[in-house]
């Protein structure tokens, strides 16, 4: 009786040979030569589909499996910033179901309501807040922007009067300099490019305001979100087991682990961060308003927007803040002083008795390493940038020793069986 011939299990060879080099590079060359052909029929999607039918076979190359990885990595961000305004509903939605799930999981933990009357009721509380303010708020909030905006128009004219007046034309005559020439230089030169770089910076730091009133005149994201947020926060931890189940199974303990730690740092920032900013919004509008200054509004908006921002953020509120005290009474030291006084008396409290006590320990980032991440992720992203620094900077961090502390392990254990070998 014949018996079959038995074959072992192969392990497919990772390393290609110098016909598969050849031919993958002949390859490519003809693929490149064919899309600058096509320059105009082509797109990034059509790319990256190429990319993985020609590699997806090779995979077991870790050349090939590299350049699959960053194709992936490219063609996503690629894809975020085609369709940002489509997503941009659900980022905001994720991001309001992540600040509000501690409220419901509380409520239905604590005080045994459904997780779905929960996350209806916290979404029915803040559509409310969310109307009362857009009516009552809204209308001042543009009138005062408008109204520094205006303001700027007249700032030049005094700044040239105030150099021109006094002890300072006494010191520039001593140099031989002509008071009618140092006037043509400051009015015909100065003074405009003051008032298009004031002009600039505040619609600039105040873009964000636009950018909600297209947002709230947008009357399918006005409807979309509650929805949204509504079934991200009933359906939130069945969200995250489902992303902790696309983990495989040899990795999932190290991401569940990673995940908590994620969780805890951007918790911590974002909703304490969320609550102090209120905080120091309805502080600043209270505090600018009594001593007397104008616009204390939208200067209290400003300020809880800047509060994201460490350092720069309080840096640029305080001299807007002065340089609207400026203009607001006829003496022009006093609201001044009592606007920088009052601004950093709230700083030193919010940084030094209030966060401790909601946001707990800082994050942990060196105040250099801190400042080169606003500046990196600013440079890049703008606004938006400066206010996600901070977090994407610690989760990071959190990446990077998370791998150390995986290498160690591996090293120790590579050690651990080399004594026991021996």
């Known amino acids: 009786m014949r018996k079959e011939p038995v074959y072992k299990n192969r392990t497919p060879s990772v390393s290609p040979s110098i016909l598969d080099i050849i031919v993958i ?16 029929l082509v797109s990034p999607f059509l790319i990256f589909v190429m990319i993985l039918f020609l590699l997806y076979p090779l995979r077991d190359i870790a050349v090939a499996k590299n350049v699959m990885l960053i194709s992936a990595l490219l063609f996503a ?17 994720l991001f309001l179901a992540y600040l509000l799930h501690p409220i419901v999981t509380k409520m239905e933990t604590a005080w045994k309501i459904p997780r779905w009357s929960s996350a209806v009721f916290i979404i029915c509380i803040s559509i409310a807040l969310v109307i009362v303010v857009l009516v009552l708020g809204l209308p001042h909030i543009i009138g005062q922007f408008e109204g520094i905006l205006l303001a700027i128009g007249t700032i030049s004219t005094q700044f040239v009067e105030w ?20 006037r043509s230089m400051l009015t015909n030169s100065i003074a405009p490019r003051v008032e298009d770089i004031l002009k600039g910076i505040l619609k600039g730091t105040f873009g964000i305001v636009s950018g909600l009133q297209v947002l709230v005149s947008g009357i399918v994201n006005i409807i979309i979100i509650p929805f949204l947020t509504f079934f991200l926060l009933k359906d ?23 995940y908590h730690r994620v969780d805890e740092i951007l918790g911590r920032y974002i909703r304490g961060t969320t609550i102090i900013a209120i905080f120091d919004a309805i502080t600043v509008s209270l505090g600018l308003w009594i001593i007397g200054i104008q616009y204390p509004l939208v200067l209290g908006i400003l300020s809880g927007f800047l509060f994201f921002v460490p350092y720069f953020g309080f840096i640029t509120i305080l001299s807007v803040s002065a340089f609207v005290a400026s203009l607001s009474m006829g003496s022009m030291s006093l609201p001044v002083i009592s606007t920088v006084s009052f601004l950093a008396v709230l700083h030193v409290v919010e940084n ?17 390493l801190l400042i080169f991440s606003l500046f990196i992720f600013g440079y890049f992203l703008g606004f938006i ?17 998370e791998w150390e502390m995986n290498r160690k392990r591996e090293l120790k254990q590579e050690d651990d069986d080399q004594t026991t070998e021996q």
């Open 385 to 401: 940038g400066l206010l996600i620094a901070i977090p994407a900077a610690a989760i990071i961090i959190v990446s990077v020793k």
């Open 236 to 258: 939130f931890p069945l969200v995250r087991h489902r992303l902790k189940m696309m983990v495989p199974r040899k990795r999932r303990e190290q991401s569940v682990v990673f």
């Open 77 to 93: 961000l690629w894809l975020i910033a085609t369709i940002d305004e489509i997503i941009s509903p659900f980022i905001f939605s």
């Open 163 to 182: 150099v021109l007046d006094g002890r300072f034309i006494k010191a520039i005559q001593k140099y031989g300099i002509s008071v009618e020439q140092l």
């Open 25 to 40: 590079a002949t390859g490519l060359i003809l693929l490149m030569l064919l899309l600058y052909s096509l320059e105009a």
């Open 352 to 368: 030094y008795i209030i966060t401790p006590r909601v946001i707990g320990n800082k994050i942990g980032l060196h105040p250099v």
